[in-house]
């Protein structure tokens, strides 16, 4: 009898613990299915990952670029290698509340490769492996009042992830505009986004402040500020997007040191309906305008002795066209950009310019930095083919062209006028979604 006790314990035991396992694993299948429905209490896992095999066929003589992704990289070198790897987690808390994690891993500048330096940079470890940081870490209270809802925690900002980039369509091939520069595309703080007719959802706008340091502990006691608002026309054929965004970076009674970027955004999509836009099929064609007020920023040094304090503007364009070969299997894309960091150049007054906001002036390795070329104008070109042998998955071939062109009258050698030219061909995949 105790045997028999003792067994159908065991058994009991097993069963409880066999039946505990399948109603954990049919949760999960479960959660992960009815996220796409919204349901309370449900979650997904998604990512994507997009990388190259590459061969630099110029390089620019100075290491200009401010910090692209083959700054710094010799003439002919040729390597396999990821730029970006993504891992998300979406998780319905209840019908009114939704948490969203990313974790992200973004081989963002090239670590090793400058002349001289041994020192990991971009997102990788000291010993110069690539390692996952939290991008996107947020909770997000919908419908706080009719039409929009309140985001806080670490989430994207309104400077282009939102919409700019969904246009552009490629961002495995290259940033916009405003993000090669380095305008946040996430920071921890808190956000309103909506729309003003929420049953068409045709004009909408977000609103955001921010500690403006992206992933990094605030360092500071100022604060980003962002917004923009946008409209669709033509049955959502149609976007325009006006943005603006503020940040005092220094106030002292002796330096008012701040940068103010208003952008405009232009598009339109032959494939969006009613419902929204579809920009990865159809005909896309967009322009991207921007002026960034640089206040205080730039120490421009005399010919006649001393140094001036200059305010300035950056500013770029960006105009793209990308469409269907072969509906949903082969599409192509073409892209065009042109930057001036500095609009003040006077060869007859100054003879050298220092500029103090990051990713508006030159951070280049060698060279210019040191002959106090950083004024120089790029040319950004990129054009290829993008083969889907099945839905989210892409095999892109294309041309990476980026010119540099100084703006000073005592020029340096081939800093009057040189490039970084890369050959690629790009993969890029995407699951759970």
């Known amino acids: 009898m105790r045997k028999n006790l003792i067994r159908n314990s065991v058994l009991f035991f097993v069963l409880l613990t066999v039946f505990s396992v399948s109603t954990s694993a049919q949760y999960l299948l479960n959660s992960d299915t009815a996220f796409k429905a919204g349901s309370a209490n449900s979650g997904r896992i998604w990512g994507y990952a997009f990388g190259d095999a590459y061969y630099k066929a110029n390089s620019d003589s100075f290491n200009r670029g401010n910090g692209n992704q083959y700054s710094g990289i010799p003439k002919n070198r040729n390597a396999f290698a990821f730029r970006r790897i993504y891992l998300g987690?979406?998780?319905?808390?209840?019908?009114?509340?939704?948490?969203?994690?990313?974790?992200?891993?973004?081989?963002?500048?090239?670590?090793?490769?400058?002349?001289?330096?041994?020192?990991?940079?971009?997102?990788?470890?000291?010993?110069?492996?690539?390692?996952?940081?939290?991008?996107?870490?947020?909770?997000?209270?919908?419908?706080?009042?009719?039409?929009?809802?309140?985001?806080?925690?670490?989430?994207?900002?309104?400077?282009?992830?939102l919409l700019s980039e969904k246009m552009w369509n490629y961002r495995s091939v290259e940033r916009t505009i405003t993000d090669i520069r380095r305008t946040p595309s996430y920071d921890f703080g808190a956000a309103l986004q909506g729309t003003f007719d929420p049953k068409t959802k045709n004009f909408g706008y977000n609103v955001m402040m921010g500690n403006g340091s992206s992933a990094k502990p605030e360092a500071d006691s100022y604060k980003w500020f962002y917004g923009d608002v946008y409209g669709f026309f033509l049955d959502k054929k149609l976007v325009v997007d006006l943005y603006a965004d503020y940040e005092r970076l220094a106030w002292t009674p002796t330096w008012h040191h701040a940068r103010q970027m208003s952008k405009i955004y232009v598009a339109y999509n032959s494939a969006a309906t009613t419902k929204g836009i579809d920009p990865g099929n159809g005909f896309t064609i967009g322009a991207e305008y921007f002026v960034n007020n640089l206040k205080n920023d730039w120490f421009a040094t005399k010919a006649a002795g001393g140094v001036d304090t200059v305010t300035a503007n950056a500013s770029g364009l960006s105009l793209f066209v990308h469409g269907d070969i072969i509906p949903k299997k082969l599409r192509f894309f073409v892209r065009y950009d042109i930057y001036n960091p500095f609009n003040k150049i006077d060869n007859t007054?100054?003879?050298?310019?220092?500029?103090?906001?990051?990713?508006?002036?030159?951070?280049?390795?060698?060279?210019?930095?040191?002959?106090?070329?950083?004024?120089?104008?790029?040319?950004?070109?990129?054009?290829?083919?993008?083969?889907?042998?099945?839905?989210?998955?892409?095999?892109?071939?294309?041309?990476?062209?980026?010119?540099?062109?100084?703006?000073?009258?005592n020029s340096y050698g081939k800093a009057t006028g040189d490039n970084d030219l890369v050959f690629r061909l790009t993969f890029h995949y995407v699951f759970g979604k």
């Open 89 to 161: 987690y979406d998780y319905n808390i209840s019908k009114t509340f939704s948490a969203e994690l990313l974790l992200a891993a973004e081989d963002n500048f090239p670590a090793g490769n400058p002349p001289s330096s041994a020192a990991a940079s971009g997102d990788q470890l000291l010993n110069n492996k690539l390692a996952f940081y939290i991008k996107l870490a947020n909770l997000r209270w919908k419908n706080i009042f009719n039409g929009t809802d309140l985001v806080v925690g670490q989430l994207s900002t309104p400077t282009f992830a």
């Open 349 to 409: 007054k100054y003879t050298k310019y220092v500029g103090n906001t990051g990713n508006y002036n030159d951070n280049s390795y060698v060279g210019s930095t040191g002959n106090g070329d950083v004024t120089y104008k790029q040319q950004f070109f990129t054009t290829g083919l993008d083969f889907m042998p099945a839905k989210n998955v892409h095999f892109i071939p294309n041309i990476w062209y980026n010119h540099y062109a100084t703006q000073l009258s």
